[in-house]
């Protein structure tokens, strides 16, 4: 079964930090790109940072500067280094991997981040 697991969310003060990660397993592609997306109810869901196999990474401005993605590539595992949090920041974090061609893709079950003011 394909599937990735995501762990490592909860409840935090603004300021503080929180680590996400995720592992993906069963895939039956090779995974290119790998990736955090957030999601607020009533809004679409957004990327946060994305990690490829060859270390191209983009993140989302609002995040710059204060969240870090890493990833191993060996383990097909991405983590999601959170600092400096905000209130705003709050949101359902999803765990993404995508193929090379951009036709297969793989979402995780989500993980609350919730950060209190």
């Known amino acids: 079964q394909e599937q990735l697991v995501e762990s490592g969310g909860g409840l935090v003060e603004a300021g503080g930090s929180l680590r996400l990660s995720c592992a993906a397993s069963?895939?039956?592609?090779?995974?290119?790109?790998m990736g955090w997306y957030r999601q607020t109810p009533g809004k679409q869901r957004e990327l946060v940072a994305a990690?490829?196999?060859?270390?191209?990474?983009s993140y989302a401005d609002s995040v710059k500067g204060r969240f870090t993605i890493s990833r191993d590539n060996a383990e097909n595992t991405v983590y999601l280094e959170m600092n400096s949090l905000r209130p705003e920041d709050t949101a359902v974090y999803y765990c993404?991997?995508?193929?090379?061609?951009?036709?297969?893709?793989?979402w995780g079950q989500g993980t609350q981040v919730t950060v209190s003011s």
């Open positions: 069963g895939v039956s592609f090779s995974i290119n790109a």
């Open positions: 993404n991997a995508e193929d090379y061609r951009l036709t297969r893709a793989l």
């Open positions: 990690r490829n196999r060859g270390g191209s990474v």
